[in-house]
């Protein structure tokens, strides 16, 4: 079955752009979590979405921000972009079904952000 | 979550096995251990994972002492293919997707 998949994979913004980045999980899964990952700082948590509702977030300022929609597919925003917003963003989805272990996290292969 | 302590790097020869050592002596009792790998320019791959018990699956083993503070994973017969970085994760894994990933552990296989 199709895997995860975002898009754009690659962009380049100026400075005080907006950016929205698109992710499609695999059919079936109802979470979906984004991740952040540049060289300095790894990968780390942005936030997670099940059944179109934030559960979790990470320490990231307001700008980052992001939805789901009823067909779980999610879509993330950064707005104001500064050259630290350059980096990896990494989709994630997961079944979450009920009783299951769910730590298990298939990842898109990212969408490719170049602040300017 | 525990906190995980993995070597920066390890090399490994084409064919032989890969071990590679995750010390997490804070994990609790309801934490499982994660393993993934992000293979360059790609998005982390899930390896596999276990509680307290020994684990095998298609791609690696997991041995985790009995007292739960360190893991081995094991991959049975490197290829080249398999020089990734490496990343053990301690995590409830419940309802919880936070993964907190580390530096991992950058290993090279070499011909």
């Known amino acids: 079955k199709a895997g995860v998949t975002q898009t754009p994979r690659y962009l380049i913004k100026t400075r005080g752009q907006q950016v929205t980045l698109s992710c499609s999980p695999i059919?079936?899964?109802?979470?979906v979590s984004w991740y952040q990952q540049t060289p300095g700082q790894g990968l780390q948590f942005l936030f997670e979405?099940?059944?179109?509702?934030?559960?979790n977030k990470g320490n990231f300022p307001g700008r980052f921000s992001g939805r789901q929609f009823s067909n779980s597919r999610s879509e993330m925003n950064v707005s104001t972009l500064e050259l630290g917003d350059s980096a990896l963003y990494l989709c994630?989805?997961?079944?979450?079904?009920?009783?299951?272990?769910?730590?298990?996290?298939?990842f898109g292969e990212g969408s490719r952000l170049t602040v300017l | 979550d525990a906190k995980t302590t993995q070597p920066p790097s390890m090399d490994c020869a084409e064919g032989r096995a890969a071990n590679l050592p995750c010390n997490h002596s804070t994990i609790s009792g309801n934490e499982y251990v994660y393993w993934y790998r992000q293979i360059h320019s790609q998005g982390p791959q899930y390896i596999i994972h276990g509680l307290k018990n020994n684990e095998t699956n298609e791609m690696a083993s997991l041995i985790i002492t009995e007292d739960r503070k360190s893991s081995t994973l094991i991959l049975p017969h490197a290829t080249l293919r398999d020089t990734a970085v490496y990343y053990c994760i301690a995590d409830r894994g419940a309802g919880s997707y936070q993964l907190t990933f580390g530096k991992g552990t950058k290993l090279s296989v070499i011909p």
């Open positions: 994630a989805s997961s079944r979450n079904l009920a009783g299951e272990n769910t730590g298990e996290l298939f």
């Open positions: 059919s079936g899964h109802r979470s």
């Open positions: 979405y099940f059944s179109e509702t934030q559960r």
